[in-house]
Structure formats: C-alpha cells, structure tokens
C-alpha cells in the first residue's frame, strides 16, 4: 500500500512550520528512520539501541523532537513525554490518540469550515484570525476571489484576506500567507492593502504581497505600488518589474521582479535556475509532509514547472529532471537525495 497517496496521510497536518529549528539533515534522517521503526511495533527489541543513540548526541535529542514536532498531529501529542526515552510507551498508544485528534480536528473544521484544513501551524491568537477571516485558503488550496469593486484577488496556500470597503477607500488586510491582486479603477477610493509591517497604496496596478517572518515581500507587476511602513513611517514607491521587502521599521532596496512568481495564482511554481533547496522550501508550503534535501545536493540548480496542486506529482517531476530519488522512511517525511548513478564516490 502506498501511504503517501492515500486519502488519510494527505489529510496530515503541516508539522514542519512549527517544528523546532532543524537539527543536521543526518541526525533528522536517522530520527525518522528510528520514528518508522518504533511506530510499526517491530522495534521493541532495539529500545536500548534506540535508547543508546538518543543519549549518543545532543543532536539526537534535538532530531527526535523535530521528527514528534512533524508526527504529532497525527499520531499522538508525543511531545507532552518530558523524558523521551518514555516515548516508546506512547508510541503503542498511537491508535486511540489518532481517533482522539481526528475528532478535534473535526470539531475545528465544523467551526472553520474546509477552508481552514491544514491551519494547525498557526498560533491561537493567528487561529481566531483566520477563522473570522472574510477569505482564506487550506494547506496546498489556491483561491481566486472577485471583490465587490470588480478588482481580483488570489489568496495562495494557507492564506487570510480581510475586506474593508468604505465609500471613500478601499482596504484589504492581509492576515496570514500571500495575495496576488489586481485592481479595478475607482478614481474616487484609493486602494490599500495592509500587512504587519506596513501599508500598500496601489497605483493602477497588479503586484503581490507575502507576509511571513516578520516581513512583507512586495513584488509589482503591473503600475506601481507605495509603500508606508508601520513604525517608522518610510516610504518608497515600488515600480512595475521590481520587488522589494520591507519590515515595520525599514524598506530593502528594490532588486528585479522575478515575473515567474506570478505562476502560483494559475497552480504552478516555475523556477528559473534556482537551487535545490529553495524548490524544496517552496513546495513545502503547499503539503503537510516534511521535505528535506540531502546536503549533498542542496545546491543542485533546478529549472522546470512543477504543480502546486498535487506536491508528490511534484516531486516526481523534480526527482526526474535533477536526477534524484525520492525516500519516504515515513508516509509524511519525503527526503531527496542524489539518485545512485549521481550518488558522490565516498
């Protein structure tokens, strides 16, 4: 049976976001080879082996808790055990707490509604947000909105969109995720759009925002697009074919607009000579499984269409045009490495 396709695992929510920061990609690897072992009932007799590589290195202990911090959710809140070698015990409880999580999350969705699957990453305070939200989109979903003023908006993989129209302006608020908007002419209402860092005026235009860590990714397509930012009050007016990031207090100086970006609203992500590694981070956002990339190849230079839709078609594409091969020690923890014939010589 294939479990990573299969209709349960792809219900796996997005654990990586709010894992702890990752540990060395060998620790993570033989943490999750480990995890598989355990969760199947055919390692009881390696618990001292298991217990011995924990206690080995610091790293262990760190690459165990990221591998529970992506698995939880599913299986069971492990992460509850403040001694982990006790999570081995647990771990044969993974049935009835799996059944207790799946009921939770329904409750959720009954209150959320489907839009909100895979928001578990989200903290509480975010959670409430996102649920009150006029718009949002799930975990992998990318939704195109008409707004009541004609212009157009496409919220990307786990996002959430306020909308605020007055009769003398016109006002989104970005809550979580990314947007792409195009605007409808209003001479009579400008048209912003509000992030944590800071305010947008669209100048007759098409542009994207991405608010994540802290800070907002502008990228300008069409027009031109100011930026005010939150605290510091700065200001800069961002012209079609440039991008720029900005925080509460500052604004980065412009550099060109990547207009493949746009690609996302339609379900693509088209990369344009970009390393391994960033793919991988991309195409992370749109599933709920943990994807790494051997460090051997982290820098391999990727260029290709790849459907945001369905992530494991995805990979496959990835896997096929830089030469690698996919291993899935779990169903929710994909790890691409160099395929054997492009494997470097030890």
């Not at 939704?143 to 004609?150: A, P």
């Not at 994540?212 to 939150?230: C, K, M, P, W």
Request: charged share 20%.
């Amino acid at each position: 049976m294939n479990m990573s396709c299969s209709p349960f695992f792809r219900r796996l929510p997005p654990g990586l976001r709010d894992a702890p920061e990752q540990p060395p990609h060998a620790a993570m690897e033989e943490a999750a080879e480990w995890y598989a072992l355990l969760i199947s009932g055919e390692g009881d007799g390696d618990r001292a082996q298991w217990e011995a590589w924990l206690a080995a290195n610091p790293d262990h202990r760190q690459a165990w808790r990221y591998v529970e911090a992506v698995s939880q959710r599913v299986l069971a809140p492990l992460q509850d055990t403040a001694d982990p070698r006790l999570t081995a015990e647990n771990l044969h409880a993974a049935n009835v707490r799996t059944l207790r999580r799946r009921r939770v999350l329904a409750a959720l969705a009954l209150l959320a509604g489907a839009g909100l699957a895979g928001w578990q990453h989200v903290s509480p305070g975010g959670l409430i947000m996102a649920m009150t939200a006029d718009y949002r989109s799930g975990t992998g979903e990318i939704r195109e909105i008409g707004l009541s003023d004609g212009s157009r908006a496409w919220l990307n993989t786990a996002s959430a969109l306020n909308e605020d129209y007055q009769a003398k302006q016109r006002r989104l608020q970005l809550v979580e995720g990314e947007i792409l908007i195009s605007t409808a002419a209003d001479a009579a209402r400008p048209f912003f759009v509000d992030t944590a860092q800071g305010r947008l005026r669209a100048l007759g235009t098409r542009f994207s925002v991405r608010q994540e860590n802290g800070q907002s990714l502008l990228a300008v397509y069409h027009g031109a697009v100011e930026i005010r930012t939150a605290h510091s009050g700065e200001t800069l007016v961002l012209a079609a074919g440039r991008q720029t990031r900005f925080t509460a207090e500052n604004i980065q100086p412009p550099a060109p607009a990547d207009p493949a970006r746009e690609a996302w609203s339609q379900g693509n992500l088209v990369v344009l000579d970009l390393p391994l590694e960033e793919v991988a981070a991309e195409l992370r956002r749109y599933t709920f499984q943990h994807i790494g990339v051997a460090p051997e190849i982290a820098q391999r230079r990727v260029f290709g269409a790849f459907p945001l839709r369905d992530v494991d078609v995805a990979l496959k594409l990835l896997a096929d045009a830089v030469h690698l091969q996919i291993r899935r020690p779990l169903p929710w923890w994909t790890t691409l490495e160099a395929a054997p014939e492009h494997a470097s010589p030890r």
